[in-house]
T-cell receptor, first 111, second 116 residues
Framework: QQPVQSPQAVILREGEDAVINCSSSKALYSVHWYRQKHGEAPVFLMILLKGGEQKGHEKISASFNEKKQQSSLYLTASQLSYSGTYFCGTTTGGSNYKLTFGKGTLLTVNP | KAGVTQTPRYLIKTRGQQVTLSCSPISGHRSVSWYQQTPGQGLQFLFEYFSETQRNKGNFPGRFSGRQFSNSRSEMNVSTLELGDSALYLC???????????????FGEGSRLTVL
């Protein structure tokens, strides 16, 4: 089942902070975050695994609440280069590890 | 190191035709997955292949099929095209033999299919 992302869109001024949320109705094994700039391929940002392991880029911060089946991506001191669509993807473990993405959050950072 | 290469980048088909899209993963990557991207729907998982075997499948009709070759290159085929199949089809590869739950996906730039 597709995770739900919020907000659908957000507009920031350079230097402002933003939080993008991702929630699921199912117990999660892992949460993945990707950013896609217009006309480009999605690019990996971070993976958060059940049990606390995280892998990703240093400047990206995210949390994973296993009990609430939620994850949040924190974008601090935003830069123009942060603009793009952010996707969260989730896996639910068990015998099926397919990665299911949400519909995305469009982030626009203005000067 | 070359990235994920998808061909063709753009194509136009008419309803009822079929189409084959190709994906060459990063050298050494054995897992290839396919996604359909449409406005408002995000990235919808089609299938994943590893070592020439389909490992996972999304909720798409049987008109959507794929395969992987011994060199890890993958193709997906859509038969009897419908207007709703118009989309950007993205391919992604990853290294290692672990399931999609872990590990970074490297995406290609996609094949944009328009069905008239």
């Amino acid at each position: 089942q597709q995770p739900v992302q919020s907000p659908q869109a957000v507009i920031l001024r350079e230097g402002e902070d933003a939080v993008i949320n991702c929630s699921s109705s199912k117990a999660l094994y892992s949460v993945h975050w990707y950013r896609q700039k217009h006309g480009e391929a999605p690019v990996f940002l971070m993976i958060l695994l059940k049990g606390g392991e995280q892998k990703g880029h240093e400047k990206i911060s995210a949390s994973f609440n296993e009990k609430k089946q939620q994850s949040s991506l924190y974008l601090t001191a935003s830069q123009l280069s942060y603009s793009g669509t952010y996707f969260c993807g989730t896996t639910t473990g068990g015998s099926n590890y397919k990665l299911t993405f949400g519909k995305g959050t469009l982030l626009t950072v203005n000067p | 190191k070359a990235g994920v290469t998808q061909t063709p980048r753009y194509l136009i088909k008419t309803r009822g035709q079929q189409v084959t899209l190709s994906c060459s993963p990063i050298s050494g990557h054995r897992s290839v997955s396919w996604y359909q991207q449409t406005p408002g729907q995000g990235l919808q998982f089609l299938f994943e292949y590893f070592s020439e075997t389909q490992r996972n499948k999304g909720n798409f009709p049987g008109r959507f099929s794929g395969r992987q070759f011994s060199n890890s290159r993958s193709e997906m085929n859509v038969s009897t095209l419908e207007l709703g199949d118009s989309a950007l089809y993205l391919c992604a590869s990853k290294t290692g033999d672990r399931q999609m739950a872990t590990g970074e996906l490297f995406f290609g730039e996609g094949s944009r299919l328009t069905v008239l």
